[in-house]
């Protein structure tokens, strides 16, 4: 079994940061490849980044690229995502994930183990 609770939502102007955290029990962490996804209403939930068990691979969808930064701390076992120039599209609730695979996925059905999601509210 894993836990994992994400914390650092919010409600930020257009422009501003964030820095959600993504903190993981349970099981091995250290071997396991996680993924940050995001969901507005009325739409389906989207990949958002996703980072290996060492950090030496990323991915992000094209919508976030270069805006955040996905890394993570084994020896804290978090995960994080760093957004920066928040747009008010970035508007969603935001979910961390496990995935079984060695690299990060973009489909939601990689991914087994799912917090509950923490709310990022960007104002125009």
């Known amino acids: 079994q894993v836990q994992l609770v994400e914390s650092g939502g919010g409600l930020v102007q257009a422009g501003g940061s964030l820095r959600l955290s993504c903190a993981a029990s349970g099981r091995t962490f250290n071997s396991d490849t996680m993924g940050w996804f995001r969901q507005a209403p009325g739409k389906e939930r989207e990949f958002v980044a996703g980072?290996?068990?060492?950090?030496?691979?990323?991915q992000y969808a094209d919508s976030v690229k270069g805006r955040f930064t996905i890394s993570r701390d084994n020896a804290k076992r978090t995960v994080f995502v760093q957004m920066n120039s928040l747009k008010p599209e970035d508007t969603a609730v935001y979910y961390c994930?496990?995935?079984?695979?060695?690299?990060?996925?973009?489909?939601?059905?990689?991914?087994?183990?799912w917090g509950q999601g923490t709310q990022v509210t960007v104002s125009s």
């Open positions: 994930a496990r995935s079984w695979y060695s690299l990060p996925g973009t489909s939601a059905d990689d991914y087994d183990y």
């Open positions: 980072i290996n068990w060492s950090g030496s691979r990323t």
